[in-house]
């Protein structure tokens, strides 16, 4: 299966902290992508690793990719209130549609 | 420029309607995708247009499901004989070609079968 599956399910930290969401997969891919979802339903796209990337960053994002594991982190340092919504990882084969299979995500709640 | 759009935003309709979700995807992006989103779910694949042509309809749950795709462009997206199992949030995605990249979400269609 392609899809990803994400850990923890649920994670509440205090604004300010860091907080990490891992992402564990089966297949053998191309790329893997992380997807936020806000209560209000839109699905934005945060940041892509390639499979022949190790860590990238984007702003206070910084995702790590380590394929022997096939494993996934993303990491949101200094977080904020706005930063609350649920996060889905998607791995993307290296043949076919490149659709998204997400799995139940991680629900992360920043208290004020 | 704009994003992705679909319209209606939110669709009740009787069991046993016909409905037709509609998605404007972003100008030069050949690529587009259907999901569906049910109540506490994970993210579900319907279909996928390359250009005006489908090479995977794999996800479709049944018969009554038919999607298009006219000009490269806009898709419609047809249910027929709603159930209320079909109650679900249908998201639309397009991407550029064959690259990999990133899908771009539009706002969704609550639909409601009552």
């Known amino acids: 299966s392609q899809q990803g599956e994400e850990d923890p399910q649920a994670l509440s930290i205090q604004e300010g902290e860091n907080a990490t969401m891992n992402c564990s997969y089966k297949?053998?891919?191309?790329?893997l992508q992380w997807y936020r979802q806000n209560s209000g339903r839109g699905l934005v796209h945060l940041i892509l690793?390639?499979?022949?990337?190790r860590e990238k960053h984007s702003g206070r994002l910084r995702v790590t990719l380590d394929t022997s594991k096939k494993s996934s982190s993303l990491l949101i340092t200094a977080s904020r209130a706005a930063d609350t919504a649920s996060y889905f990882c998607?791995?993307?084969?290296?043949?076919?549609?490149?659709?998204?299979?997400f799995g139940q995500g991680t629900r992360l709640t920043i208290n004020p | 420029g704009a994003g992705v759009s679909q319209s209606p935003s939110n669709k009740v309709t009787e069991k046993g309607k016909d409905v037709e979700l509609r998605c404007d995807p972003i100008s030069g992006h050949t690529a587009l995708y259907w999901y569906r989103q049910s109540l506490g779910q994970g993210l579900e694949f319907l279909i996928y247009f390359q250009g005006n042509s489908a090479p995977d309809k794999s996800g479709l749950p049944s018969d009554r499901f038919s999607a298009e795709r006219t000009g490269g462009s806009v898709s419609t997206l047809t249910i027929q004989r709603t159930q209320q199992e079909d109650s679900a949030v249908y998201l639309c995605?397009?991407?550029?070609?064959?690259?990999?990249?990133?899908?771009?979400f539009g706002p969704g269609t609550r639909l409601t079968v009552l």
């Open positions: 998607a791995p993307l084969s290296i043949q076919g549609a490149q659709k998204l299979v």
């Open positions: 297949t053998s891919i191309n790329n």
């Open positions: 690793i390639r499979s022949n990337e």
């Open positions: 995605a397009s991407s550029l070609v064959g690259s990999y990249n990133e899908q771009f």
